[in-house]
């Protein structure tokens, strides 16, 4: 493993434990609990959703090792089509979320936080950061792209 490159998104190449559905699920079951009465959808067993507008949308996710945030666009738009609607706002909207729009593939805007989901103690800090996080790409995209 040493000479391997770590990918967090295929936690089977690392040997640690994966997080189970029913953890996953209390994870954010307990996240949309903290941030009520701010709505929060199901984006996936993985995500949540936070809406900024019909075709703009936070994904907040979580990972083995990490919880995070990205910009993305309504459900079936593809991320060549989000990434082409949001770079008429770049460099500006880049420098308000401190982040790249094409940082990461397929994943427009991500912003990550490493943690050790798998252990329920982290659980509190990830809720604080993703709280922090989502309502920081709330107001920023309400600013820039609804404006």
């Known amino acids: ?32 609990e903290f941030r009520a009465p701010v709505e929060i959808a199901r984006g996936s067993l993985w995500s949540r959703w936070r809406h900024v507008s019909d075709d703009l949308v936070i994904s907040l996710y979580i990972t083995n090792r990490s919880v995070g945030v990205f910009v993305r666009g309504q459900r079936g738009e593809g991320y060549r089509t989000t990434l082409t609607r949001l770079s008429a706002y770049e ?15 397929g994943c427009c805007y991500l912003s990550n936080h490493t943690m050790s989901v798998t252990d329920p103690v982290c659980w509190p800090s990830a809720f604080a950061w993703l709280a922090a996080s989502e309502e ?12």
Request: proline content about 5%.
């Open 1 to 32: 493993m040493a000479s391997q490159q770590f990918y967090e998104w295929d936690i089977e190449r690392s040997g640690l434990r994966s997080l189970s559905s029913p953890e996953i699920k209390r994870f954010w079951d307990r996240y949309v």
């Open 91 to 105: 460099p500006r909207l880049g420098k308000a979320l401190d982040a790249r729009l094409d940082g990461h593939p």
């Open 136 to 147: 920081k790409y709330h107001r920023v995209l309400g600013r820039i792209v609804k404006a």
